[in-house]
C-alpha cells in the first residue's frame, strides 16, 4: 500500500507572501486630481469659518486686560527705626498679600465701584441697563465678581488685581475705580485703628485738664477767703 501526498498551490502561494495577479494598484496623483476640488473647497470653508469665528470672538468676549499690582511694604520694628526690613517668613508675607488680595475685590468694595458715576459711564455697565437707562446694580456686580481676580505672586511681596474688557477704556476706568475705593478703605482702617488707640489717652488729658482746673478754681477761692 502507498501514499501519495500533494501540495495544493494556495498554500505555496501563500508562503511565498507575492501578491496576487490581477490587483489593483493605487495610484496617489490620480486620487489627489479625482479629490481636488473638494480639498480646495474644505479648505476655503474652513478659512471663512475661520474669520468668522475671529470676528465673533472679537465682538463678544474680552480682548484688553488691565493688571494693577501691590507691594507689601516691611514692618517697622521700633519707633525709632526709620527704614523697614523684612523679618516676616515666606509663609506669613504670602497669607497676608492674599488676605489683602482677597480684601481689594470683596463684595462691599465692589458694589462701591459698580455705583461710581465713572464707571457706570462705561460700555461695560450697558449690558446692565434697562430700556430706561438704569443700571441693575445687583447683576452689575455678579457679574463683576466673577470676572475680577485678584491673586498673590508666589516668593514674592506683590500681589495682582486683573480684569479684562473689550474696551481698553472700561479697563482702565474701572481698575482706577478699584483702585481709589481699596485705598480708601485701609486709609479709613488706619484711621479707625488710631482712633482707637488715641481715644483712651484723650480720655485721660481731659481727666486730668478737668482735675487741674478744680485745683486752680479751689486755690483762688481759698485766696480770696483767706
Partial sequence: MSVQTTRSSTSVSA????????????????????????????????????VVCFVIAAMYFPSFQGVVRYQLLEEIGSADVAIGKETRNEDTVARLAQTAAYNAISEPLLEKVVRDREVQGIAWMDQF??????????????????????????????????????????????????????????????????????????????????????????????????
Fill in 15 to 50: 508562503r511565498s507572501g507575492g501578491p496576487p495577479k490581477g490587483g489593483n494598484v493605487v495610484d496617489p496623483l490620480r486620487l489627489l486630481r479625482q479629490n481636488l476640488t473638494l480639498l480646495i473647497a474644505t479648505g476655503v470653508s474652513g478659512l471663512i469659518l475661520g
Fill in 129 to 226: 441697563k434697562d430700556e430706561a437707562g438704569l443700571v441693575n446694580h445687583t447683576e452689575a456686580l455678579r457679574e463683576l465678581m466673577d470676572e475680577i481676580t485678584a491673586s498673590h505672586l508666589k516668593r514674592t511681596q506683590f500681589f495682582e488685581i486683573k480684569w479684562s474688557a473689550g474696551n481698553p477704556d472700561d479697563v482702565m476706568a474701572l481698575l482706577n475705580s478699584v483702585t481709589q475705593t481699596y485705598e480708601q478703605s485701609r486709609r479709613n482702617d488706619r484711621e479707625s485703628r488710631l482712633r482707637k488707640a488715641i481715644d483712651p489717652y484723650e480720655v485721660s488729658v481731659q481727666q486730668i485738664e478737668s482735675d487741674t482746673a478744680d485745683v486752680e478754681n479751689q486755690i483762688e477761692g481759698d485766696i480770696e477767703s483767706s
